[in-house]
């Protein structure tokens, strides 16, 4: 099975609708990232959570971290056509270890209908 | 601050040759990691090079090989291509700061997909 498992694997919603997208680890996780990829693209950062109960939000976008439960959710509220592309969490396996070297989920594909 | 670069962004190969990939960090950061993206196995690490050194490897096999030059340019060579070698192959690069999680965000480039045939 996968350290890290991502759902859902796809998701479709029309334009406006919130969702949600959760990340879920099945070891410690001593730093959990978000990425955002559109198809066959480079990643780009979307943030960084590390303690547990942390939560940040960049525009519409906010993340969470449950460390209890080694899961992190990933929410966009009012979807735009923008949102659209794969989003992928990266964690980090070590208490020292830093961001060079991630884990990666096997990434969430999101359309977003006009 | 310009971002992470990689050339080429498209390369076709025939099974059995070898192929170097480049990557330019942004300016300033020392340490850079490639990754191996596939439909099948996802986002893999392969290795980090800082200041020169490679100080993190992933679980690939020794064809798979990089270096890191004084300016921080790192490259990737992948020796005796096999077909499924074929993957978008991503570079990263962070400042290298020590410490723990969340002192050192790494950042793509826009990757080099390599098609094995």
């Known amino acids: 099975s996968q350290e890290l498992e991502q759902s859902p694997q796809s998701l479709i919603v029309q334009e406006g609708k919130n969702l949600t997208i959760n990340c879920t680890s099945s070891k410690t996780l001593y730093g959990l990232y978000w990425y955002k990829q559109k198809y066959g693209e480079g990643l780009i950062f979307l943030m960084m959570l590390q303690k547990g109960g942390e939560e940040k939000s960049h525009e519409k976008i906010t993340a969470k971290l449950d460390e209890k439960k080694q899961q992190s959710s990933l929410h966009i509220t009012a979807s735009q056509p923008s949102h659209a592309g794969i989003y992928l969490c990266?964690?980090?396996?070590?208490?020292?270890?830093?961001?060079?070297?991630?884990?990666f989920g096997s990434g969430t594909q999101l359309t977003v209908l006009p | 601050k310009a971002g992470v670069t990689q050339t080429p962004r498209y390369l076709i190969k025939t099974r059995g040759q070898q192929v170097t990939l480049s990557c330019s960090p942004i300016s300033g950061h020392r340490s850079v990691s490639w990754y191996q993206q596939t439909p099948g196995q996802g986002l893999q690490f392969l290795f980090e090079y800082f200041s020169e050194t490679q100080r993190n490897k992933g679980n690939f096999p020794g064809r798979f090989s990089g270096r890191q030059f004084s300016n921080s340019r790192s490259e990737m060579n992948v020796s005796t291509l096999e077909l499924g070698d074929s993957a978008l192959y991503l570079c990263?690069?962070?400042?290298?700061?020590?410490?723990?999680?969340?002192?050192?965000?790494?950042?793509f480039g826009p990757g080099t997909r390599l098609t094995v045939l």
């Open positions: 990266g964690a980090v396996r070590t208490p020292s270890g830093s961001a060079r070297q991630l884990t």
């Open positions: 990263a690069s962070s400042p290298g700061l020590a410490g723990g999680p969340g002192t050192d965000t790494q950042y």
